[in-house]
């Protein structure tokens, strides 16, 4: 062991905790599910540099050298496992930006869909969120590409660039239709426009496996080769689960809001609207 550190198994028979791989195991359903739990938990945005930092070394050394400083329990190891996990990036060791991190999805997320169902109606509040929004994936995507995977400006540009088109065109198209609609319908087009930037920034950002397709290995995860018809099946499938997983958020809240506007609730609390339909999108 290295000066000051002992190693944490010494005097007993367990085995050393192996921290390159999650606490749970991740080949059953409850397994993964507690994993991101633990790392996309909101309250890990709120931990202190500092904090992150001793969790990192603490993490690092362990793995490095199986030592960890004296009294320091498994539990202990652990938690810095998970504090690292949400914060520094799995390939680089980089500690990423903060906004970017899966910790900051639920909060980010509530927020910006939230104001973006709220202010449905005026144009230049359409043209705001929607760049909010697409702004906040773009970030999303950068902060969590691989590690060995460099991301010109252009591939990132554009994808964005295209998306937030897409998607306000669609906002701001739809509108202008729903106005002749009941109100309800109006309150649906964000959703549409979610969709539409989905469907054209996914297969922008990952253009490369689309033209030189994805590995394909056997059963005993041994490349074989590269199939482009896996690509587009499974970027065909992250479109689809990126709009379903949307759809609980976005089309339930504006049945509710509808509701407490025809009763006249958010006329005599206007105040209530956009602090309502972010909590609807945190619940949903």
């Given at each position: 062991g ?14 050393r ?7 749970y195991?991740?080949?059953v ?14 309250l ?7 904090r ?30 998970r ?5 520094y ?20 997320n ?52 295209a ?21 309800l ?5 964000p959703f ?11 297969p ?11 590995p ?12 482009k ?56």
């Amino acid at each position: 062991g290295r000066p000051g550190s002992v190693s944490i198994m010494a005097n007993n028979s367990t085995p050393r905790l192996d921290l390159s791989k999650p606490r749970y195991d991740q080949s059953v359903f409850s397994g993964r599910l507690r994993h991101f739990m633990e790392t996309a938990n909101p309250l890990n945005v709120l931990v202190p540099s500092k904090r992150l930092e001793d969790a990192a070394k603490l993490v690092t050394e362990y793995r490095l050298h199986g030592t960890a400083p004296p009294g320091t329990s498994e539990e202990q190891l652990w938690k810095a496992k998970r504090l690292y996990d949400s914060a520094y990036h799995p390939d680089t060791g980089k500690k990423m930006f903060v906004v970017g991190r899966m910790s900051a999805q639920v909060p980010m997320n509530m927020t910006i869909v939230g104001c973006m169902m709220t202010f449905h109606r005026s144009p230049g509040a359409i043209i705001f969120w929607q760049w909010v929004n697409q702004s906040f994936n773009a970030i999303v995507n950068h902060t969590n590409r691989s590690g060995g995977e460099e991301i010109s400006a252009r591939q990132l540009m554009v994808p964005y660039a295209a998306a937030t088109t897409a998607a306000t065109v669609t906002a701001l198209g739809l509108n202008e239709v729903a106005k002749r609609l009941p109100s309800l319908i109006g309150r649906f087009v964000p959703f549409a426009a979610v969709a539409a930037a989905n469907s054209i920034n996914i297969p922008l950002m990952r253009q490369k496996e689309l033209q030189a397709g994805i590995p394909i290995v056997d059963e005993s995860g041994k490349k074989v080769g590269m199939s482009k018809a896996a690509a587009k099946k499974a970027i065909t499938q992250v479109i689809l689960s990126r709009i379903f997983m949307a759809m609980p958020a976005m089309v339930i809240p504006p049945f509710i809001m509808n509701n407490l506007e025809k009763r006249g609730i958010l006329t005599r609390m206007p105040w209530i609207n956009a602090p309502t339909q972010i909590a609807l999108v945190g619940l949903w």
